[in-house]
């Protein structure tokens, strides 16, 4: 069965530090993968996708950036943390073959930054 | 653009009792699918249930279903025999069915629902 794997599950960050959030997926070959953002209270925001390694669409001008130098592994990077970067955020993937297509989460990286 | 509007921050339920949470949506596309999905006090989000927006029947998954009426875009989650496990914000979501986007979802701003022992 597939499962995603996402880390840390915490993180408290200064202001201007750099950010690497790492998601990878099992048991499946070629998902597409998102990068989502809950803020306080709020529902998700599609921030970043990718159908394939080194495919990234940004979908919200912003302070961060993604890569995926695998098949199966998502990153989520800054170089200079914000405050207004503190969220929920949440990996996600489908199996990208159309039809019956669902999006599962991942556990979800609380980042503070302070 | 897509738009999806939840219009009951918060909601009761007795437990054992039905409870029924709104959703309406606006999108320009002909093929998008609908979804809702529970995020517990753990904050992961899980999937209830799914609606393809060309079939007409409604989606069922245990007790959960959905009252999808494509015309007035509206679709409505239906709790049965509500359980204390199923306290938890609950999201709607509206996704377009094309090329690799079918996981970008616009979400709703999420309902509270509160189960009473």
């Known amino acids: 069965s597939q499962t995603i794997h996402q880390w840390p599950a915490t993180l408290v960050q200064p202001v201007g530090s750099p950010l690497s959030l790492e998601c990878t997926v099992e048991g499946t070959s070629n998902p597409n993968l998102y990068w989502y953002r809950q803020a306080a209270g709020r529902g998700l925001q599609l921030l970043f996708y990718s159908v394939g390694i080194g495919q990234i669409s940004s979908e919200v001008p912003q302070n961060l950036s993604a890569s995926r130098p695998q098949d199966r592994q998502f990153i989520l990077s800054s170089k200079k943390l914000l405050l207004s970067d503190s969220g929920f955020y949440l990996c996600a993937w489908t199996s990208g073959t159309g039809g019956d297509e669902k999006l599962f989460f991942g556990s979800g990286t609380q980042l503070s930054v302070l | 653009a897509q738009t999806v509007t939840q219009s009951q921050p918060e909601m009761s339920v007795q437990e054992a009792e039905t409870v029924t949470l709104s959703c309406t949506y606006d999108?320009?596309?002909?093929?998008?699918?609908l979804f809702w999905y529970k995020q517990p006090p753990s904050r992961q989000m899980i999937l209830v249930i799914r609606q393809e927006a060309y079939k007409q029947q409604n989606a069922t998954e245990n007790r959960f279903s959905v009252n999808f009426q494509k015309a007035a875009k509206s679709f409505s989650l239906k709790i049965s025999d509500s359980q204390l496990g199923d306290a938890a914000m609950y999201f709607c979501?509206?996704?377009?069915?094309?090329?690799?986007?079918?996981?970008?979802?616009?979400f709703g701003k999420g309902t509270k629902l509160s189960v009473k022992p």
């Open positions: 999108t320009s596309e002909s093929d998008y699918y």
């Open positions: 979501a509206c996704g377009e069915n094309y090329g690799g986007s079918q996981g970008n979802l616009i």
